[in-house]
Structures are given as C-alpha cells and as structure tokens.
C-alpha cells in the first residue's frame, strides 16, 4: 500500500476586499426580500366582502362608543372624588389655620403688650432721668443767680461808698474853697482900709 501525501488545503475565504465588495452586490437583493415576502403574504389573505366591512366597521364604531362612555363616567366619578378629597383637605387645613392665626394673634397680642410695658418702663426711667437732670440744672441756675445778685449788691453797696466818700471829699474841697476866698476877701478889705492902703 502506497501512502498518499496529504496536501494542506488551500485557504479559500475572501478578503476583506472581496467581503466589501460582495456586500455591495447583495445589497439590492437583500432590500427587495422583505417586499418580496409581503407579496406572496398578501396573496394569501382573504379579504372581505362589502357587506362584512360594513358590519366590522359598524361593530368597531358601537364598541368605541361604549368603551368612551365607560372611561367618561370613570372620570367623572374620579373627578368627584378628588374634589371631595381636596375640599375636605382644604377644610381641615382652614381649621388649623385658624386655630394657628388665633395662636398666633394671642402670640403677637402677649408680645406687644411685653413690648408696650418694657418702652414704658424705659421711657418712664428716661423721664426720671431728665426731670432729675433739669432739678438739677435749675438749682444751680438758682444758686448762680444768688450768687450773682450778691457780688452785685456787695458791688453796689461798694460803689455807693466810693459816691459818697467822692461827694465828702468834693464838699470839704469846696468848703475850704469857699474858706479860701472869704479870708482873701477880708484881707483885701483890711488892706483897702488901712492908711498904708491909702
């Protein structure tokens, strides 16, 4: 028996050139099947008659009517009940917050009646204050007046007597003034009278 040398088998799948190519072949094929098989699919179907078209369409149109009836009155009474939820929501929120605004209206009442009685107290010590710093003031204007009407008076009386000491002075001078002049008086008549006079 002869022993037959096997021979390694050639290589035989395509390039990449080869694939690219051989897609762009196919390409009008593989578009035209899908058309093609609704073709023969359409074939087959039996289509109906004018008076089963009629009697689908009229059966398709009664259905579509009761089922929009159906949803209507399904909405309606959600509708309904979302109102009636939401007014009694609404409700009990309006009920506390009223019984909130009356607590918080007693709140804002306590507040500003603590407000009103701490700027009483404040402006009553403030008053305190200034009627005590105006008592004081007007003392010591009182006591300044006094003191000034003294050193007037003391100042008065002082001039009073430099007046009268100047009128003394004044009076005596005027009195030897007057002295002076009758002992002159006389001496000239002496004279006048006497024979070396003659």
Excluded: H
Aim: hydrophobic letters at 40%; aromatic letters at 6%; charged letters at 25%.
């Amino acid at each position: 028996m002869s022993e037959e040398k096997k021979t390694p088998a050639k290589n035989t799948e395509p390039g990449k050139g080869a694939k690219i190519l051989n897609w762009f072949k196919t390409l009008p094929q593989r578009i035209a099947k899908p058309f093609r098989n609704m073709y023969y699919e359409l074939k087959k179907v039996t289509w109906p008659t004018k008076q089963r078209l009629i009697s689908y369409s009229i059966i398709v149109l009664v259905f579509m009517l009761f089922m929009s009836v159906v949803i209507g009155l399904l909405d309606m009474g959600a509708s309904a009940g979302v109102r009636s939820l939401i007014a009694a929501t609404s409700n009990s929120a309006s009920a506390s917050t009223q019984s909130s605004s009356t607590e918080s209206t007693e709140e804002a009442a306590e507040q500003a009646a603590e407000t009103a009685a701490e700027t009483a107290g404040e402006a009553a010590q403030e008053a305190a204050a200034t009627a005590e710093k105006t008592a004081e003031e007007a003392a010591a204007t009182v006591e300044n007046a006094a003191e000034t009407a003294e050193k007037t008076a003391e100042e008065a009386a002082a001039t009073a007597e430099n007046a009268a000491e100047t009128a003394e002075k004044t009076a005596e001078e005027a009195a030897a003034a007057a002295g002076d002049g009758s002992e002159g008086k006389e001496a000239w008549q002496e004279r006048a009278r006497s024979p070396a006079g003659m």
